[in-house]
T-cell receptor, first 117, second 115 residues
Framework: AQTVTQSQPEMSVQEAETVTLSCTYD???????LFWYKQPPSRQMILVIR??????QNATENRFSVNFQKAAKSFSLKISDSQLGDTAMYFC??????????????FGKGTKLSVIP | ETGVTQTPRHLVMGMTNKKSLKCEQH?????MYWYKQSAKKPLELMFV???????ENNSVPSRFSPECPNSSHLFLHLHTLQPEDSALYLC??????????????FGPGTRLTVL
């Protein structure tokens, strides 16, 4: 069974600074997808970024980038130039590629990020 | 309305009540999901429907009963719930499976309190 671990329940960062959220996972699969989702207070969860395991290049989306270390089974999220709107719960999620049960994301418990003015 | 909508947004019910949660997606997606979100726990997938057929059912108690009458609507019928069922219930949809990299689009959730 796959597991996803987010070891930082809460973090804070000053506005305009950079912060990194950690995520590790455990799997015996060789190809899979990893996702970071963001859930702002009282608002809908949205996708921040996704990474396919067989792609070596780290995914980036504007101020959001990942550091994907396949051998270490690590998938951290870096937020640059933090903004007040980045305050949210961040969830890391994993799914094996297209096999049985390929609708079922495995989520971590989340990291609550607060951006301080 | 755009995206994924859920009604009601808040629900308080007694243990003997019967109620239903409704989800509607306006994205033309093929798959719809029910999740349970409890504090300090990972999101728990409850049910998945693909093209109106249930494809996942994660050992959810029978007091939760899903219904998917068409690809745009998903219901969760609730009956004789327990206080530990109090949580945020999230609906989501996707064009295809997350296992091919598809993004799931989430609704705002229904905050359920069971007294």
């Amino acid at each position: 069974a796959q597991t996803v671990t987010q070891s930082q329940p809460e973090m804070s960062v000053q506005e305009a600074e950079t912060v990194t959220l950690s995520c590790t996972y455990d799997t015996s699969e060789s190809n899979y997808y990893l996702f970071w989702y963001k859930q702002p207070p009282s608002r809908q969860m949205i996708l921040v970024i996704r990474q396919e395991a067989y792609k070596q290049q780290n995914a980036t989306e504007n101020r959001f980038s990942v550091n994907f270390q396949k051998a270490a089974k690590s998938f951290s999220l870096k937020i640059s130039d933090s903004q007040l709107g980045d305050t949210a719960m961040y969830f890391c999620a994993f799914i094996p590629y297209s096999g049985a049960g390929s609708y079922q994301l495995t989520f971590g418990k989340g990291t609550k990020l607060s951006v301080i003015p | 309305e755009t995206g994924v909508t859920q009604t009601p947004r808040h629900l308080v019910m007694g243990m003997t009540n019967k109620k239903s949660l409704k989800c509607e997606q306006h994205l033309g997606h093929n798959a719809m999901y029910w999740y349970k979100q409890s504090a300090k726990k990972p999101l728990e997938l409850m049910f998945v429907y693909s093209l109106e057929e249930r494809v996942e059912n994660n050992s959810v108690p029978s007091r939760f009963s899903p219904e998917c009458p068409n690809s745009s609507h998903l219901f969760l019928h609730l009956h004789t719930l327990q206080p530990e069922d109090s949580a945020l219930y999230l609906c989501a949809s996707s064009q295809d499976r997350a296992g091919v990299g598809d993004e799931q689009f989430f609704g705002p959730g229904t905050r359920l309190t069971v007294l």
